[in-house]
C-alpha cells in the first residue's frame, strides 16, 4: 500500500463542490459522480430520528450507483417535505448527467429541523456538473460543517496486479459519539470486488475505526459511510464464495491488502476527526483491558471518554487525575484490582493500583499531560476483553462553537 495525494480520485470518478448559497460563504454542494455504474455499500445512524438523506439511501443502495449528492448547512431531518425534497434533487442530477435517480444516493448536514432552500440547490446543480473533475478537493470542502479542516486520503496498492486506488473523504468534529455511523465519509474505489465482499471489508473498517470515536457522546441524526466500487482498475475480482466470508480474509492475500488499506483509511479519517473536534486540542485514547465481559469493557471506556470532567482536566493539564478512577468507579466496577497508567510517547506513570492511588513524579505527569496525544490505560485483571476508544479534550471552544451554531 502506497499512499498518495489526498485528492487522487479512482478511475472513472469525478468530483466537484460549489457553494450555492445554504451557507453564507464556504462551499455547501458536493457530487460524486461514476462514469461506469458503481457497487454500493453503506452503514447508517442508529438513531431513531434520522434525516430524509439516509432513508433514500437505504431505497437506492440495492442498485448499481453512479452519483451521490451531498449538502452541507441543512440536515433535512425532521422536516415535512424532506424526503420529497431528497427525492426532487435526485431527480434533478439524474436529467443534468442522463442516469437514472434511483441510482443516485444523498446525503445532508447541518441544521436540523429547516426545510432545504431547494430554490438555490437548483441553481446550483448546472454549475456543480459542469466542474466535475478528477480531484476531490472540492468536495472535500463543501461537506464541511463546524469543521475547521478537509479530512481526506487516497492510497494505491496492487491487486491481481492491477493498480488499484481508494479515495476516502470525511467530515465530522461534533456530534461524535461511538456507535455506527458516526459523520459522513465517503470512500470510492476502483476495484472490481463482490458486493457482499465490499459490505464485509467496510463493516470491518468502521467497526476498528468510526466506532471507536467519541467527542461528545452525541449522536447525530445523518450519520453515513458510503462505500462505491465502479471496477475501472481492470483487476481479477475479489470473488466471495457461499463460504468466503465465514473464510479468514488473510487466505486471500489481495483481499487481506484491500482489507488492510480500507482499515488504514478508515483509522487515519477518525483520527482527523477526532483531532477536529470542536475546540480540541488533544487526542486522548482510552484503553481498557482485563474485564470479565465485553460489555464491561465497553461501558468503562465509553464512560471515561464521554467525561466532561476528564476531557477538562486534560485540556487544563490538571494532575487531578482522581477523575479518572472515579468514572470507572461509577460504571459500576469493583476497583480492587484496577491498575491504571497514563501513557504519552515516551513516558508511562502508574496513578493507581488495586483501589488506591500512588505517588507519582509531578515532572513526569506534567510532561505527559503537556503532549497533543495522551493515553489512559486501565486495567481491570478480570479477564481476556478489552475495548479501545479514541476522544479529545473540551475545551471553551466547544461551547462557543455551538452556542453559535
Do not use: W
Request: proline share 2%; charged share 25%; aromatic share 6%.
Amino acid at each position: 500500500m502506497k499512499i498518495i495525494s489526498k485528492n487522487t480520485v479512482p478511475q472513472g470518478f469525478k468530483f466537484g463542490g460549489i457553494h450555492c448559497g445554504i451557507k453564507k460563504k464556504r462551499k455547501d454542494l458536493g457530487l460524486i459522480y461514476s462514469e461506469t455504474p458503481a457497487l454500493a455499500t453503506g452503514l447508517f445512524t442508529v438513531n431513531k430520528m434520522q434525516a430524509a438523506p439516509i432513508k433514500l439511501c437505504k431505497r437506492n443502495i440495492k442498485n448499481k450507483i453512479q452519483a451521490v449528492i451531498a449538502n452541507s448547512g441543512n440536515a433535512n431531518c425532521a422536516v415535512r417535505n424532506g424526503f420529497k425534497d431528497a427525492l426532487l434533487l435526485t431527480d434533478l442530477i439524474a436529467q443534468e448527467l442522463k442516469i437514472k435517480r434511483g441510482d443516485i444516493l444523498s446525503a445532508s448536514t447541518g441544521i436540523i429541523g429547516v426545510p432545504l432552500p431547494m430554490d438555490k440547490i437548483k441553481k446550483g446543480i448546472p454549475f456543480l456538473i459542469k466542474q466535475l473533475k478528477e480531484d476531490s478537493d472540492d468536495f472535500a470542502q463543501a461537506i464541511l460543517t463546524t469543521d475547521k479542516v478537509c479530512k481526506q486520503i487516497a492510497v494505491e496498492l496492487n491487486i491481481t496486479g492491477r493498480k488499484v486506488v481508494i479515495n476516502g473523504i470525511a467530515k465530522g468534529s461534533g456530534m461524535i459519539s461511538p456507535n455506527m455511523a458516526t459523520m459522513l465519509c465517503f470512500l470510492a474505489t476502483d476495484i472490481d470486488i463482490d458486493k457482499r465482499l465490499l459490505m464485509s471489508c467496510l463493516k470491518e473498517a468502521v467497526q476498528n475505526s468510526f466506532n471507536q470515536i467519541t467527542v461528545d457522546g452525541e449522536m447525530s441524526t445523518n450519520d453515513t459511510v458510503l462505500c462505491l466500487a465502479n471496477g475501472e482498475a481492470g483487476n481479477k475480482r475479489l470473488q466471495a464464495t457461499s463460504y468466503k466470508l465465514q473464510v479468514k480474509k488473510t487466505e486471500n492475500k489481495d483481499l487481506e491488502k484491500f482489507q488492510e488499506a480500507l482499515n488504514y483509511i478508515a483509522l487515519y479519517l477518525a483520527k482527523e476527526i477526532v483531532k477536529d473536534g470542536e475546540g480540541a486540542t488533544k487526542i486522548i485514547e482510552v484503553e481498557v483491558k482485563g474485564a470479565k465481559k465485553k460489555i464491561d469493557a465497553e461501558k468503562i471506556a465509553c464512560h471515561i471518554a464521554n467525561s466532561n470532567l476528564i476531557k477538562t482536566m486534560f485540556y487544563g493539564e490538571s494532575t487531578n487525575y482522581g477523575r479518572i478512577a472515579a468514572a470507572v468507579g461509577s460504571s459500576g466496577v469493583d476497583l480492587n484490582l484496577t491498575d491504571i497508567y497514563l501513557v504519552s510517547d515516551k513516558n508511562r506513570v502508574k496513578i493507581f493500583e488495586k483501589g488506591y492511588f500512588l505517588s507519582a513524579d509531578e515532572k513526569v505527569l506534567k510532561k505527559i499531560l503537556g503532549k497533543k496525544e495522551i493515553k489512559i490505560v486501565v486495567d481491570l485483571k478480570k479477564g481476556d476483553f478489552s475495548k479501545r476508544i479514541l476522544t479529545c479534550d473540551l475545551s471553551e471552544e466547544y461551547v462557543r462553537i455551538n452556542a453559535e451554531y
